[in-house]
């Protein structure tokens, strides 16, 4: 096959996609993307189930094959190698440790296929095992394990191996909340001690946030924006981003032309927004907006209002409980409000 | 569920009178062959180990039996090979007809057995013959293989089945090539079921007799064609209740050790 040679970027991306496309008979699970992963850089991929996060993942690891498009890995056009001859290595949602061995023999598994030597082997595999912080349990089967120690050795048997890229499906999805939070530190510290560019796939958008250098949110097969964490909560591009990256509090219609004198759509942050007796004064740099408090949700650290407006629609908006218990908040319920926000905080989405 | 106690008792005999229908004529054999009386007489006349010693002696059984064996063998090999194939082929790829390669590979066993044998005599007849290859040992072993694929084909598909695809991505994630992946992966995960397979297809092949029937020639001889050809000897009687008694340990074992290994039911 030949084809003309694409004029190489100065540093080449880790992975770069384009054009790419995945169909399934009638389904199309991935229509259409182009992405670029930097070198180093902690990416991941976010989207509600279905979007085409791990047909994304699999293609870029050479278990599936696009029916469209080209991918790059370094560079490099690596669309018909296949997964054998990929530098890139997977920890499986399922994990897909291999049960008859044990945990070192599973860490050693790549080095032994691609015939390392036995004494670097096994100098390699006690390093990943310490680590995952798992030293004492080399001898043990996967059975033996608990769902968190299975998932280090997921981690260390791929990054023993030094793959350029590292590409992890929902690797803390089967764990409890506070593990997954203490796992999601852990990771992003190896990542940053190894240099090894990640490529995350995840539905949960703390997890996005909280560890990602830039987000690429799918829906439906398509990237809706690519950006950093700050940039996709702060500035979704879409109504999609702007709903599934937090809580979407949209204005539009009517009420989107009495507050910013111009109709579309746009969006707000519930922690921007001020909730303010109805007489009190807006600052010259600020938007506001008039409406009735219909629910009061006392969650702990914050308080959140769902406020009908007058001009039709509904915003949330949050307080920290500075003072207030969950006591007070109820009776605020049926009062007449104001929410006022900074002029910078209001998006405007693209229709 | 509660039983009252007469349905329990009845349960209860009716239970070991099967059991009585099915391993007293097992015992009666066992008993016989070391019967020192000529005839089936009842009761035993005395113990005796004289007729073991007359089986050993008797050269036409030794060879039958190493013909059952080379059978029995030839059939698991060829099994092994094809069957272990068709069942990766089954339950690894997806191509156009798959549900009904299945169903056309598990057939055979549901064929009477006379059926099988008519068609393969008629087809090797045709086939064969012209070229020379007369009937034998070898067409008795592929009419053997034509049934022994089916409980080798049944063990390892169900096996493959129920491993996790996953497994084998990992293997070939981590840079095995799709022979070290089968070597590595997917062989120590099917293993046991393999053994299971050949092991059953052994223990069809060695006791059955009406495909064997139709496919050995004149002068190929199986353990059970010995016996069938033997029972209506006068004075044979004893020797064939030895070497019933030892196909009976011979039969059961591989079924028993079959069924420890693949933990499901056997076919
Ligand atoms: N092997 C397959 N055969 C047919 N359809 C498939 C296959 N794999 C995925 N799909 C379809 O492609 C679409 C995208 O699937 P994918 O697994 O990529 O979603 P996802 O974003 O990873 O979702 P989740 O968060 O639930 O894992 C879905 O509609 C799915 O049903
Ligand atoms: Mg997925």
């Known amino acids: 096959m030949t084809r003309s040679p694409s004029p190489r970027p100065p540093t080449p991306g880790a992975v770069a996609l384009s054009g790419v496309s995945k169909a399934f008979g009638a389904v199309r699970a991935v229509d259409g993307i182009d992405l670029e992963v930097r070198p180093g850089e902690f990416f991941s991929m976010l989207g509600p189930s279905g979007s085409g996060k791990t047909t994304v993942l699999r293609m870029i690891a050479g278990f599936e094959a696009p029916s469209a498009g080209r991918v790059l890995l370094g560079g490099i056009d690596v669309t018909r190698l296949a997964a054998f001859d990929r530098d890139v290595n997977t920890v499986f949602q399922d994990y897909a440790l291999f049960p008859h061995l044990s945990v070192r023999q599973n860490i050693e598994y790549g080095l032994k296929v691609k015939r390392v030597p036995r004494a670097e082997r096994a100098e390699r595999a006690a390093e990943a095992l310490a680590t995952v912080r798992l030293h004492s349990f080399g001898d043990r089967r996967p059975a033996e394990l608990s769902g968190g120690q299975r998932q280090r050795v997921a981690l260390a048997r791929a990054l023993v191996n030094r793959p350029s890229v590292l590409l992890l499906d929902e690797p803390l999805g089967a764990l409890d909340l506070k593990l997954r939070q203490e796992m999601q530190l852990e990771l992003k510290q190896i990542q940053r001690e190894a240099g090894i560019t990640f490529v995350l796939v995840t539905h949960d958008q703390d997890e996005a946030l909280t560890m990602s250098d830039r987000i690429a949110v799918f829906n439906a097969g398509r990237i809706e924006q690519v950006g950093t964490p700050a940039e996709v909560y702060e500035r979704p591009a879409t109504a999609f981003v702007a709903g599934f990256v937090g809580t979407s509090n949209l204005l539009q219609g009517p009420c989107a032309v009495q507050v910013f004198g111009e109709s579309g759509t746009y969006s707000v942050r519930p922690e921007k927004i001020r909730v303010a007796h109805p007489d009190d004064p807006t600052g010259p740099d600020e938007h506001a907006v008039t409406g009735t408090i219909g629910e009061v949700v006392y969650a702990g650290a914050q308080t959140r209002f769902l406020v009908d407006l007058e001009a039709g629609g509904q915003l949330v908006a949050v307080r920290q409980n500075f003072e207030e218990s969950g006591a007070d908040a109820a009776r605020h319920r049926g009062s007449a409000v104001l929410l006022a926000w900074q002029r910078q905080h209001t998006v405007r989405i693209n229709p | ?267």
């Open chain 2, 1 to 267: 569920m509660q039983l009252s106690r007469t349905a329990r008792i009845l349960l209860r005999l009716a239970t070991a009178l099967g059991l009585a229908v099915i391993y007293a004529p097992l015992l009666l054999v066992l008993v016989n062959s070391f019967n020192a009386s000529r005839s089936f007489a009842w009761p035993p006349s005395g113990f005796s180990t004289r007729w073991w010693a007359a089986a050993w002696q008797e050269t036409g059984l030794r060879a039958a039996l190493a013909t059952s064996l080379k059978a029995g063998l030839g059939a698991t090999a060829v099994a092994l090979v094809l069957g272990t194939m068709a069942a990766f082929a089954a339950t690894r790829y997806r191509f156009y007809g798959r549900q009904s390669v299945s169903f056309l590979l598990i057939l055979p066993i549901a064929l009477p057995g006379i059926v099988t044998g008519i068609a393969l005599n008629a087809a090797f007849r045709t086939v064969l013959t012209p070229l020379g290859v007369g009937f034998g040992l070898f067409t008795v072993v592929v009419g053997h293989a034509t049934f022994c694929i089916v409980v080798v084909f049944n063990n390892v598909a169900a096996r493959l089945r129920r491993i996790a695809p996953s497994a084998e991505e990992a293997s070939a994630d981590l840079g095995a090539h799709t022979f070290q992946t089968f070597w590595y992966v997917t062989l120590p995960a099917v293993r046991s079921a393999l053994l299971a397979g050949a092991l059953l297809a052994f223990a069809l092949s060695f006791d059955e007799i009406v495909v064997t029937t139709f496919t050995a020639g004149p002068g190929t001889q199986t353990l059970p064609l010995w016996i069938f050809d033997n029972l209506a000897r006068p004075n044979q009687g004893p020797v064939v209740d030895v070497v019933a008694a030892v196909l009976i340990v011979l039969a059961v074992l591989p079924v028993y050790l079959a069924q420890r290994l693949s933990g499901e039911p056997l076919r």
